[in-house]
């Protein structure tokens, strides 16, 4: 009697290729996954000036290319409407009552786990390359990168920072994979100022003495100078040249990552921590409101495992972003995040995460931080001061420019949401004071426009 598995038993060489088969089909079928991931953070970026967001001029084509390949969220908002807590939150999953980094001078605690640190546990090799003190050692959002390098911020610089340059040598001297590469630019933070090649491009005709300087901006900010409708034009015409520049930028990034074999397996996200002001609601720069135009930011993921082409209209939040992708790595989330993996909404047509709220708080007054609150439900928008208990409600889908109060129309909502903030304003962490601001770091702030 022939013995199993023998070359003259023919049903156990059947089974094994029906077996062969099945495991072949079963990887076949399986969703593809990203080994790496690289995030960028472009401070200060507005997306209704992206080509993909619907703006006319030539901005954004690498940004308009990857988007098209990939998921694009029409509504992602921070959760803060300036560099320090809002990067918080994205690289941490929660808003800024939960990791405690709500004004200047804080620093993210000890218990507060970082993307980088739960990567690294898990065998990534993480570097970051930042163009923000904020993002550095004197906060601790550095926490868990194998390598972090700093590239000091320039307000009145005219050429791209060395962020891109230096992510392409890194990626190019062959980083253990799999990794996590953090790359945060500051180049389209004001001053508006970029080579005259891009400016000459954007700008049209004008004589008036608006500059995109942050100095004269502060003093528009201050009441020491104003801005008229053709100002503004300009200013948002400089403001577009860096904005493109920026994406070239960023397009050698990505070619970089293709010649070296890595955006096959290399998912993508590519975001900002706010927008900016351009006399929408009479202010300029960020920091000190919660409207759209400074909480609304772009958010693209391309990458194995995401759809091309998708756009998902359902608001999100900068605190999503973690879950999200460590989901599409096939990586566990810590326990306890505010943020939800957004793969239902395009993983499938007419997938929704229900009735959801979403906060964002910690602006920064420099009179007095963490006033201005706000909580939004589907289309409807609360904003909230904490001090005066003022409030108003906006229907974004009928006033996207948030000019109407519509309390009087929705009075059950409105309780109903400011209910929902001072829940959340509850369940806030018990932080230590934020240090002092040293004499350096002030003349630093007063020169990027914070102070």
Not at 125 to 150: M, Q
Not at 305 to 327: C, I, N, Y
């Amino acid at each position: 009697m022939a013995r199993i598995g023998s070359p003259a038993s023919p049903p156990a060489r059947a089974l094994g290729w029906l077996a062969l088969g099945l495991l072949v089909a079963g990887s076949a079928c399986a969703p593809p996954r990203p080994r790496n991931l690289v995030l960028v953070s472009i401070d200060t970026l507005r997306p209704d000036l992206l080509g993909c967001y619907g703006h006319e001029r030539p901005t954004s084509p690498a940004l308009d290319t990857l988007a098209a390949g990939g998921v694009l969220f029409e509504t992602a908002l921070a959760a803060a409407p300036w560099t320090l807590p809002s990067h918080a939150s994205l690289l941490t999953g929660l808003y800024p009552s939960r990791h405690g980094v709500r004004r200047a001078g804080a620093v993210l605690p000890d218990d507060v786990v970082t993307w980088a640190a739960w990567l690294r546990e898990r065998g990534f090799t993480t570097s970051a390359i930042v163009n923000s003190h904020w993002l550095g050692r004197e906060t601790r959002l550095e926490r868990g990168f194998d390598g972090f390098v700093w590239v000091e911020e320039n307000v009145r610089r005219r050429r791209p920072s060395r962020v891109g340059e230096l992510a392409a040598r890194w990626l190019a001297e062959g980083p253990a994979e799999p990794f996590f590469l953090f790359l945060h630019f500051y180049d389209v933070h004001s001053d508006y100022a970029s080579l005259p090649s891009y400016e000459e491009r954007f700008r049209q005709p004008y004589d008036g003495p608006a500059d995109g300087s942050t100095r004269q901006l502060r003093a528009v900010r201050e009441g020491r100078a104003s801005l008229g409708p053709d100002d503004v034009r300009h200013l948002l015409d400089l403001y577009a040249a860096g904005v493109r520049q920026m994406d070239d930028a960023l397009a050698r990034l990505l070619r970089a990552l293709r010649d070296l074999g890595l955006r096959e397996n290399t998912l993508l996200v590519v975001t900002s921590d706010h927008g900016e002001e351009f006399l929408e609601h009479e202010g300029v720069l960020h920091g000190r409101t919660q409207y759209e135009e400074v909480l609304r930011v772009p958010l693209i993921l391309a990458g194995p495992g995401v759809p091309a082409g998708v756009r998902v209209r359902e608001p999100v939040s900068l605190v999503d972003v973690m879950p999200t992708a460590l989901t599409l790595l096939a990586l566990p989330a810590p326990a306890g995040l505010d943020g939800l993996d957004l793969g239902p909404l395009f993983a499938g047509a007419g997938a929704t995460l229900g009735e959801r709220i979403l906060f964002a708080e910690a602006d920064w007054r420099n009179e007095e931080d963490d006033v201005l609150r706000a909580v939004r439900s589907g289309r409807y928008k609360l904003l909230v001061d904490r001090r005066s208990g003022a409030r108003r409600l906006f229907d974004l889908d009928r006033d996207p420019g948030e000019r109407v109060d519509v309390q009087a129309d929705h009075p059950e909502l409105a309780r109903q949401l400011h209910a929902a903030l001072e829940a959340f304003a509850r369940g806030a962490r018990e932080v230590a004071p934020p240090a002092e601001l040293t004499p350096e770091e002030r003349e630093r702030l007063q020169a990027l426009g914070y102070l």
